[in-house]
């Protein structure tokens, strides 16, 4: 199956025009992307290099999530992911710790929304934030759960996107 290019509605692989929104498509074969996405991210190199770099490396990685899953999504669903960087240095202390939740909620509903447009198998989505990272904070483990699971749905994703765009 492809993906009309104007509105991101599924059409069938012999279509001229999306039956949505009328938009003519001219190729059959998926778009592939100008660059390459990182795969190879990782919970312990996480925290290792974050420990390390004082929490540099920690607040990157975290921009280039918040970077790929608008690369690889905006098309379909037409939405921007905040950059982290801004939510971390700007709106965290403008609205006292409270944006964060919010942004990691977006963020994460947004992954799973792809994973399942991509029909990718792995379950993850805004409850997986609200429960393993907020939740399960209390059994000390949660967020590094939340964190492991975050990786691997972006480099599930990024690994798609590398092969069909």
């Known amino acids: 199956m492809k993906y ?7 059409v069938q692989d012999d ?4 039956l949505n929104c009328g938009c003519r498509i001219e190729d059959n074969t998926p778009a592939r992307p100008a660059f390459q ?12 290099l974050s420990i390390i770099t004082f929490g540099i ?17 905006s098309k379909y669903d037409g939405k921007r992911t905040m950059h982290f960087c801004l939510v971390f240095f700007v709106l965290s202390w403008l609205t006292f710790g409270i944006y964060p939740l919010i942004w990691y909620h977006c963020i ?4 799973g929304d ?5 029909n990718i198998n792995y379950n993850f989505s805004a409850s997986t934030y609200w429960l393993w990272n907020i939740l399960g904070s209390l059994i000390v483990v949660g967020p590094f759960i939340y964190l492991y699971r975050l990786f691997k749905s972006m480099n599930l994703l ?3 996107y ?3 765009g």
């Open 108 to 111: 994460s509903e947004r992954i």
């Open 4 to 10: 009309c290019t104007k509105c991101g509605t599924q």
């Open 15 to 18: 279509a001229n025009v999306c």
């Open 37 to 48: 996405l990182k795969t190879n991210r990782g919970l312990l190199k996480y925290i290792l």
């Open 114 to 118: 792809e994973l399942k447009r991509r």
């Open 57 to 73: 490396y920690g607040i990157v990685v975290m921009s280039t999530i918040s970077t790929d899953i608008n690369d690889i999504a």
């Open 162 to 164: 590398n092969v069909n």
């Open 158 to 160: 990024a690994e798609d």
